[in-house]
């Protein structure tokens, strides 16, 4: 995650001055190529070195991914197109954690590793020969320099980072703990646990985040903000956390998580369709990619780790007040960003 977080702003600058197709072609093919070592090393290190490697090729893939979207569908459409660009990764990153643990009890952890890379390889291939109208984007204004202050000169954007970075903490800190919450909690088995929650998951987190696209493109056809389909997701989302943590009844817990899965799930495809709406067209990869770098390395990095000295010092259960008031800080200031570019929109 810091490798990524880090790699993140370099590679999205350079996706708003490079052929982007290029760009994704290099990542996917560098994952790739970084997944498959991942399984034929002989060290800790080797190990660790190989998968650092997989962030800087995730890093390249979002910010010129996310910015030739923009330019290939029209902008009452870009919510539910960032929407379906994150189902996959959704799906995969779900998909990811349960065959592993199926492909891993009966062939090995490596041939886990071998067969999700050499997919990539083709992949990598297809993606170059990706139709991209402009092989170099045309600056309305001169941001070698300025970029950064052009940035964060727009106040709805640094609401919006700070909102992620409290969101990205909360989901870092819920998907790092679910599990043995529950099984600490309810005298569930880690398998039993672990199927209960990525079925959920899945089912829920692919819903909503079709769900929310949608619905944050209808309301901005209105003039409604996209922000405000973030904030109402997570405001509904907080009394269901509560209801997970304190209820001593399994089924009910099962069914908070998945509403509550469903309702933060929104945030996918509004919140870089977000960025998008209120960035200049000439720098929105290098927005996606600070936003990228913030709410990665102030969020769900370092999530894990306080939930884990908070159960150590109180327990499990007081550690998840945490993430849930961090949700609803978050939700409050997806809905301050709204009333920001309300006003803008007004002079």
Request: hydrophobic fraction near 50%.
């Amino acid at each position: 995650m810091i490798v990524h977080s880090l790699a993140s702003v370099p590679l999205g600058i350079m996706a708003d001055r490079w052929t982007r197709r290029k760009i994704i072609s290099f990542g996917v093919l560098l994952w790739s190529l970084a997944t498959f070592f991942s399984g034929i090393v002989s060290s800790f290190y080797q190990l660790l070195g190989a998968r650092s490697v997989v962030g800087i090729g995730e890093a390249a893939y979002g910010p010129s991914a996310t910015s030739l979207l923009a330019d290939k569908f029209p902008e009452e459409k870009r919510a539910w197109v960032n929407s379906i660009f994150h189902l996959g990764m959704f799906a995969g990153g779900t998909l990811g954690m349960v065959l592993a643990g199926v492909i891993g009890t009966n062939l090995g952890w490596r041939t886990c590793f071998f067969i999700v890379g050499i997919p990539g390889f083709i992949l990598a291939l297809i993606s170059w020969n990706i139709r991209e109208d402009r092989e170099h984007h045309e600056h309305v204004l001169d941001i070698e320099r300025n970029y950064v202050k052009i940035l964060f000169s727009i106040m709805p954007y640094l609401t919006i980072l700070a909102g992620g970075i409290l969101l990205a903490f909360t989901s870092g800190a819920i998907i790092s703990w679910i599990t043995e919450f529950i099984v600490r909690y309810h005298n569930l088995t880690v398998e039993q646990a672990s199927v209960w929650i990525g079925s959920i998951v899945l089912v829920a987190g692919l819903s909503g985040i079709y769900a929310g696209g949608r619905l944050a493109d209808r309301l901005h056809k209105s003039g409604t903000p996209r922000s405000f389909v973030i904030a109402l997701g997570f405001t509904i989302a907080t009394p269901l956390l509560l209801v997970i943590v304190s209820t001593t009844t399994t089924y009910i817990l099962l069914i908070s998580l998945f509403l509550g899965t469903f309702f933060m799930a929104w945030y996918y495809g509004p919140v870089v369709a977000l960025i998008q709406d209120i960035v200049p067209v000439n720098v929105r990869g290098s927005a996606y990619a600070f936003y990228l770098f913030f709410v990665h390395l102030l969020g769900d990095t370092i999530s894990p780790s306080a939930m884990g000295k908070l159960s150590d010092l109180y327990s499990l259960k007081t550690a998840f007040y945490l993430p849930i008031a961090t949700n609803f800080l978050g939700g409050m200031l997806f809905f301050l960003t709204t009333y920001l570019i309300k006003k803008q929109n007004k002079k």
